[in-house]
Structure formats: C-alpha cells, structure tokens
C-alpha cells in the first residue's frame, strides 16, 4: 500500500521556521522525484519545490527561492522541506507528491493527505 505521510506542520509566526517532513513506504522511494505543493482554499494547487530521485537536481517557485530548501535521505525514505523566515502568504495545506520516475518534470503518481500550515502572529 503505498503512503505518503507528511508531518511538521503547525502555527508559527511571521518570520519563524517549520520544517515538514515526508515519510514514504509502499514504492521504490530511491527511483521517485518527490514534490512539495501547498494550496489555498479557492485557489489552484501551486508546485513549491521538488527534489529528484538522487537528491543531485532540486527546484524551487520564485516565491520561496532563498526561504525554503528541500533535502532527502533515501535511507529513511523520508523527504523535508526546510521553511524559514516564513510570511502569512505560506499559509496554505502542504502536500508531498511523488512523481512517476526519478526527475522533477514527469507526472506526480501519488499523493500524500497534506500537513496545515499557517503562518500569523
């Protein structure tokens, strides 16, 4: 059964620091691109960052570039997203996505259930 659990969220305040994590079982984690999306109520859902299958490419959206850094350890199957100095317009439910081969430009095949995120003081 494959699974994708992300955890980490929470409340932080402006300018604060989250990190989430995303536990993976049920599929060869190691050959998976994995992706972190957010979305807001009414609004479409936005990719962030995304990491290939070796660790060695990464992504990021304009908004979050030199804020957020995602990272992997296929030991522990296990993908982060590293969140600093956080702005309420992070708010939004995070989700961890696998995509169907190692790089960040095919198709996500899975989806995790998404960790809330709100950023408020």
């Known amino acids: 059964q494959v699974q994708l659990v992300e955890s980490g969220g929470g409340l932080v305040q402006p300018g604060g620091s989250l990190r989430l994590s995303c536990a993976a079982s049920?599929?060869?984690?190691?050959?998976?691109?994995i992706a972190w999306f957010r979305q807001v109520p009414g609004k479409e859902r936005e990719g962030v960052s995304c990491?290939?299958?070796?660790?060695?490419?990464?992504n990021y959206a304009d908004s979050v570039k030199g804020r957020f850094t995602i990272s992997r350890d296929n030991a522990k199957n296990t993908v982060y997203l590293q969140m600093n100095s956080l702005k309420a317009e992070d708010t939004a439910v995070y989700y961890c996505?696998?995509?169907?081969?190692?790089?960040?430009?095919?198709?996500?095949?899975?989806w995790g259930q998404g960790t809330q995120v709100t950023v408020s003081s």
């Open positions: 996505a696998a995509h169907l081969s190692g790089s960040c430009s095919g198709s996500v095949a899975y």
């Open positions: 990491i290939s299958s070796s660790g060695s490419r990464t």
């Open positions: 049920g599929f060869t984690f190691d050959y998976r691109a």
